[in-house]
């Protein structure tokens, strides 16, 4: 357990559907990651908030929509996903962004 | 752009033996850190050891160990006594500056300890 949660750890959801993953960490850090892992590709980061301000959107489609109400919580708003969004999304938190980053246990997500 | 390549896609080992997982990269800065993170079925990825590179000095953290190559830009990590446990994903990453510092991970190496 490295203190960062991620919920719900299993999510399947139609292309029409909205959903959220939520991200909670009580380790004191000041920045929260978002990062997908899909098969026989390398972890994309996503998004990065520092201070609950977002300081990287790596061209990330507008159907994933982040939100970060406070540096202990980090959600990733989901709608009209498309089938090739399928993938692990995991969590994120470091205290500087130089220091190592420690990782939630994901949300598998598929989408049909 | 910054990568991170990992040329094994799959390594195993005996156990109790000892294995070097590769990796390279690629960046134009001079001070930047190194990671090996662990990736167990559990799916939660796991710091296994971390090096600056403005450090000479090999990181060791107990049977794990790196040999940093910061000319070459090779930073490969050793594994000995190999155990049962430590069977997992490893995944090599660096960080990068220019605004908002994130890690850039490599593709990943599947690791396979036999009893």
């Known amino acids: 357990e490295t203190g960062v949660t991620q919920t719900p750890r299993h999510l399947v959801m139609g292309m029409t559907n909205k959903k959220s993953l939520k991200c909670e960490q009580h380790?004191?850090?000041?920045?929260m990651y978002w990062y997908k892992q899909s098969a026989k590709k390398p972890l994309e980061l996503m998004f990065v908030?520092?201070?609950?301000?977002?300081?990287e959107n790596n061209s990330v489609p507008s159907r994933f929509s982040p939100e970060c109400p406070n540096s202990s919580h980090l959600f990733l708003h989901l709608h009209t996903l498309q089938p090739e969004d399928s993938a692990l999304y995991l969590c994120?938190?470091?205290?500087?962004?130089?220091?190592?980053?420690?990782f939630g246990q994901g949300t598998r997500l598929t989408v049909v | 752009a910054q990568t991170v390549t990992q040329s094994q896609p799959e390594m195993s080992v005996q156990e109790a033996e000892t294995v070097t997982l590769s990796c390279t990269y690629d960046?134009?800065?001079?001070?930047?850190?190194l990671f090996w993170y662990k990736q167990p079925p559990s799916r939660q990825m796991i710091l296994v050891i971390r090096?600056?590179?403005?450090?000479?000095q090999n990181a060791t953290e107990n049977r794990f160990s790196v040999n940093f190559q910061k000319a070459a830009k090779s930073f490969s990590l050793k594994i000995s006594d190999s155990q049962l446990g430590d069977a997992a994903m490893y995944f090599c990453?660096?960080?990068?500056?220019?605004?908002?510092?994130?890690?850039?991970f490599g593709k990943g190496t599947k690791l396979t300890v036999n009893p």
């Open positions: 990453a660096s960080t990068i500056q220019g605004g908002s510092e994130k890690l850039v």
């Open positions: 994120a938190s470091s205290q500087e962004r130089r220091l190592e980053a420690f």
């Open positions: 960046t134009s800065e001079s001070d930047y850190y």
């Open positions: 090096q600056e590179a403005y450090k000479q």
């Open positions: 380790l004191g850090h000041n920045a």
């Open positions: 908030y520092n201070f609950k301000e977002q300081t």
